[in-house]
């Protein structure tokens, strides 16, 4: 499973993540995969090495599945939880970051509700040579990259179970509909798939994704040792129709309810009526279509309860199962750089 | 210690449970209380397997003490707290059940405020052939078997100590006292120790113990492979004295505060004065009578504290060190049903 | 690692420790250091053994110090948080201490806001003839001795890095500057670094620092196999400047913002201003001179940015470290004790 060619000591963001990076993720990712389907699930990979958790915004689901990957590789666990803690007391977030690498953190997967925070934290580890690697479990509206990365890999292991290889996207058609504007999870999921060669297409209505919003993706893309797109293939819908057609992947983002108060949305009734995922809708699809949705999912709002329950259709729980295999991927691979 | 003639998937309340059921958990009960006395003291029973605490309601003294079991048998284990968690997302708690279960649960330990939702979610896991065994650790007012059966073992035992056995508790009368109507505890120990062929005294005033409840206990028992009583010996009391004459076993209930809001009690101290159990009112009971209660006590209210102190008297902190055993016990039975 | 001169069961307060039972320590945790600087940094000391974290004042830097302690030490942990608990229910302390010492406890960590508690608790532990050890994890305004013990082996090892010795600090000045009257931390200072014979310089204004504080300090130190010094040698300043001529050893205290709103301080900025700790005020000091803080740190009040990030000044890192180390050594000796 070593893999030489990984040298990323974080996982901030998947900007600049190159199609090999991507490959090096699904492969240890199957490994792993194939560990969690034997009896005895845990290996002893990271044996003797702390993994904080360090989660500002609270998360259950995000945090059950980290430290479930960090105990299958027998490593040892620190909780931070932020309501009985020392910032309240005035302490600075990187002075408690730096506490918990003085107790021995090797790697720490923070979780912010601010864009930017982990970033700042590993550039700081950096500087005072810490040798700690950092993991974004989610900063404000600007990236959540171990989110897309286990969607990358559910979606390559449906199309290929026994090697999820990125080349199988190439050329598929994902769609992605829902807040697009203040989702951490579109962005890093926009980098992942057009980097691997898909075509995403994504829908809102125009106060969840105005204009100018692709702008933020025409930045030339960095080479890796593959030849990377020399353009993203990435388009805009205002309606969710002619966007589904062909369709090879539908991922509905989660709808917070907050959006009505800020007056972007008249009622979610009215959003399911325009843009809600229905057995109908999904008509006009690839016939082998699938459903995603990085959850909690409001039923009825961004899809159907009956698609969200149909094994043929949803591929969810794969999602949420991806994810303790991915997440065991990348803690193992920063947690190997020297 | 494996048992072949186990074969419930879940426990979800103590209604249909035969003599033999009860008799193997006191069985496995004594022989994890003897992993208990070594110097190692875990089993690898559950290596590898994943046990979920899902405690809707919050509850520190029950989850440590499935905790600690689920570690003794070095399962994984995932705690799930609502405070911080997708149900205030909108989540639905079958889909955070099944989310837990798509991560890779195997056991899932249930609290919840509302009656029945153990008996829901262990609906659905079966229904989508899960594999997954669920443990109700109490809801609303409906049943808390694991407490039942702690209680359970923690009499038998004391009726003997090398090998605890069910047939011990025949004809042995026990007196329930307190919060009747509102105790899931009440109820579980119902069912138990009336299959048991134990005589149950109910005790309290009239509101929290309306003519009616026995109802409730009236239909006819199922038949286990040894023929039950054929007529559950049940009684009710509305004044304690007469109800204590002879007992074995007495087990106070916790009363709740709120019930004096709820005008179902005048005040702590007017129940205190009928219904508390002090050193004079066991005058009557038999000399070896023991005192029980689930905890959390408040002193002075439903036992005075010299009783509480009492270790000739009270089996308290037996029942605490019993409940490790039993869910273990539990955890590893429910564990080995495929 | 075994030691045959150590007898307590508890640390509740470093009030009777003689200069024996510190170097018992520092040369514990020293052993302790060095294991944590090996790939595998688990010993199996307490494997099977239950630690219980009492936390009722919460605190997640020390409980998670305290958890990597343990972990490290393969002990099993639960962790009782008063949020969600029987406290809320009307159950005592003691009560609560009962159930967890039932189910298995061998060793306490309690922190409590009220002085005192962790003993009451030791008190009754011995009473009933438990055999549980218990570790005063901060007491109202009482004592820390977990902290104390760990600014020891930070001073001891930054004298001696290779064998840390409490003779080291002797004649050596410590000044301790800051809310000296309401802090725990500088309480159990005083009594060590007194003890292994260092001159001890507390400064504050006189509202936190009244005339009287002294006396607490006066009664005679008893003895230990080596002769303590006869007279404490510990002075009180209202000014910094002359308390800080000739310092080895500079340790700021947490300064609480309530203290404000009791009208003890007019303002952080006229508190920074007279008893701030600049790079210019260390001028009198030793050339060698350091600086530390037990956290969280308010930057810019207790100490300036630049000396908390100055790596030849600052032992703050240290002193963090220095704590797993220390609590692996107090909890390993305490769990020895039969």
Known sequence: MADNSWSRRHILSLEDFTPSDYQTVLQTAASFREVLSRRTKKVPALQGQVITNLFFEPSTRTRSSFELAA????ADILNFSPGSSSLKKGETILDTAKTYLAMGTNLMVIRHQQAGVPTII????????SGVGILNAGDGQHAHPSQALLDLFTMCATLDGAAPHIDHLQGKKIVIVGDILHSRVARSNIWSLTACG?????????????KHFLEAFKRPVKTGEKSPPLE?????HWQLEPALEDADFVMALRLQHERMSQHLLPSLRAYHRRFGITRERLQGCKPTVKIMHPGPTNRGVELTSDLMDDPELSLVPMQVTSGVATRMALLYLIGGVK
């Open 232 to 236: 993203r293939r990435l388009y805009v």
């Open 198 to 210: 898909a075509e995403v297409h994504l829908v809102a209505p125009p106060t969840l994704l105005p």
């Open 122 to 129: 590993a550039q700081e580890m950096d500087r005072i040579n």
């Open 71 to 74: 105990k299958r590789l027998s």
